[in-house]
């Protein structure tokens, strides 16, 4: 790695690891807001490279917050052993229905990803109410930190932190050539020896655990769960808008994307508290048809005229 | 090596491959015929993307039908599928590497491989660090092979190499893959199509038609075989 780019990389990371110091409340709370959906995004992301694309971010995220709270109602543990807990939980369902539904490609993984995140919500609400809570949920005693939202941020921060790094891993390690060949062409993947089903589950169970810790983080950041918030396909689909306008495929497109996106949804809540999901639309709609590779692809086709 | 016994095989009803055997040793040996003639098939049951209703495939006296491709690949069968080839904005560099990212005993000598490599194929070092789809054509299809031997295969397949190249490359092509088989000691099976080039590296060869073998013989008796002279050498 050449100098200069690990001198930027080191700068930013104390930036933004010390911005608790001089920042306020209200701007660590919209960041760290931004960080959780972009931790999504890359998620998304991680299992789009490998060609498979999954509208299910919602239910491993419900799960996650779902099993770090219930652990702490039934425990009264460490909330950050439930979150431990949480993203666990979301890895071990998504390796069962990984098994169960990896052989499928294309839109009919797609379609199965969608229906899981509604099916998750129908089961937690129809649980006993002693377990889940029902449809009302479970609110708990006390939010992580007692509410603190330097050490929130931190929280969130190494999440995004350790999303960053396997993402990174994906893109610049051996698993690299298995992702991109599985995407490109299977016949090829599967005369270089890679055995596709193996790691499409491997990866499904990772990005899926990385969505699960998201969710159980948020929850108890917030300190209840219910089954309409937690499920919302609002999760599934706010962080694959952040994907599509950074630029699919690579670990900054994502985190672009989060940024703008989140920072201009921020802005347009103030502006029209109820008419901003519009303009957010118009913005989606916008940058896929005149940026189909988004910002990211923008900046390599200006930096390559150069 | 790899022994192949009353093959038998279908797409849905229709019976694309009827009772093909095929015995190769340590050799390079050929499979010609007409477009739709079955060598692609045959091709695909040997690796496990197909799978025969009948019959046996053995290589190195162990059944492959039971496997999956990427465990017949990693049993040291290196396959160059027909028009499927390279990832085209990987370097040529990486591509080659992904020959051997997941063949275990392959990864821990790619360093002594790449060596090799660029030995037989001396402008893939020049062009190590260029995307793999700026090459020219010819360079393309020495990649794809190239990509194929990090695997350090026993038995290398290869499914119509000559395709879409020019002339002076296809012989280029057939001439290296005789070097490639001499310097290493390792099988050859090529389909092919190009009879007239292929039959200069070949040791033995079979002629597929309509899903059946119709003719097989060394390399000699096929270049005086009248038939194939007719049909296949348009002499």
């Known amino acids: ?306 | 090596m790899l022994s192949i016994k009353n093959l038998d095989a279908f797409y849905g009803k229709l019976h694309v491959l009827w009772d093909v055997s095929l015995e190769l040793g340590n050799e390079c040996v050929g499979i010609f015929g007409p477009n739709g003639a079955g060598k692609t098939t045959l091709i695909n049951c040997i690796v496990g993307l197909v799978k025969p209703q009948g019959g046996t495939v053995e290589f190195d006296n162990k059944t492959l039908l039971n496997q999956e491709t990427f465990q017949i690949i990693r049993s040291g069968i290196a396959v160059v599928p027909q028009e499927r080839e390279l990832f085209p904005l990987m370097t040529a560099a990486e591509n080659l590497e992904a020959g051997s990212a997941y063949i275990p005993a392959a990864h821990a000598k790619r360093k002594e491989r790449l060596e090799f490599i660029f030995s037989i194929f001396p402008v893939l070092k020049l062009k190590s660090s260029l995307p793999a789809a700026v090459l020219s054509g010819g360079e393309q299809r020495m990649l794809t092979i190239a990509r194929a031997l990090m695997a350090y295969p026993k038995l290398l397949i290869l499914d119509e190499p000559s395709t879409g190249l020019q002339p002076s490359l296809t012989t280029d092509l057939f001439l290296r893959l005789k070097q490639i088989r001499q310097s290493e000691g390792i099988s050859i099976l090529i389909a092919e199509q190009n009879v007239r080039q292929c039959l200069k590296a070949i040791d033995r060869g079979y002629v597929i038609e309509n899903g059946k073998i119709v003719l097989q013989a060394t390399a000699a008796n096929l270049a005086d075989n009248d038939y194939i002279r007719k049909s296949y050498l348009g002499l």
């Open chain 1, 1 to 306: 790695m050449k100098i200069w780019k690990a001198f930027v990389i080191a700068a930013l990371f104390l930036a933004a690891a010390s911005l608790p110091f001089y920042t306020g409340t209200y701007l660590l709370h919209t960041i760290y807001i931004i960080m959780m959906y972009m931790s999504l995004a890359i998620s998304w992301d991680m299992l789009l490279r490998a060609g498979q694309l999954s509208f299910g971010i919602a239910g491993l995220f419900g799960i996650g917050g779902y099993a770090a709270t219930m652990l702490q109602v039934f425990t009264n543990i460490n909330p950050l052993i439930c979150i431990l807990f949480g993203a666990i939980m979301a890895g071990l369902i998504s390796l069962l229905i990984g098994l169960a539904t990896l052989r499928l490609r294309g839109i009919y993984f797609a379609i199965i990803t969608l229906a899981m995140a509604e099916i998750f919500r129908v089961i937690i609400r129809n649980l006993p109410d002693t377990w889940t809570g029902g449809a009302m949920g479970i609110v708990l005693n006390n939010a992580i930190f007692n509410g603190d939202v330097k050490q929130t941020y931190w929280l969130v921060f190494g999440i995004l932190l350790i999303t960053i790094v396997l993402s990174e891993v994906f893109n610049k390690s051996r698993i690299h050539f298995a992702i991109t060949s599985i995407r490109n062409d299977e016949i090829v993947a599967m005369s270089s020896g890679i055995d596709i089903f193996k790691w499409l589950v491997v990866i499904f169970v990772i990005t899926s655990t990385l969505q699960g810790l998201v969710g159980a983080a948020y929850t108890e950041i917030y300190g209840s769960v219910n089954p309409d918030a937690n499920f919302s396909v609002h999760y599934s689909l706010l962080p694959l808008a952040m994907a599509l306008l950074g630029g699919i495929r690579s670990t900054w497109g994502p985190v672009i994307g989060a940024i703008v996106l989140g920072l201009a949804g921020e802005y347009l809540k103030l502006l029209m508290p109820y008419g901003y999901l519009i303009i957010y639309g118009l913005i989606i709609i916008l940058v896929i048809l005149f940026l189909p590779d988004g910002i990211m692809g923008l900046i390599k086709k200006l930096t390559q005229k150069k």
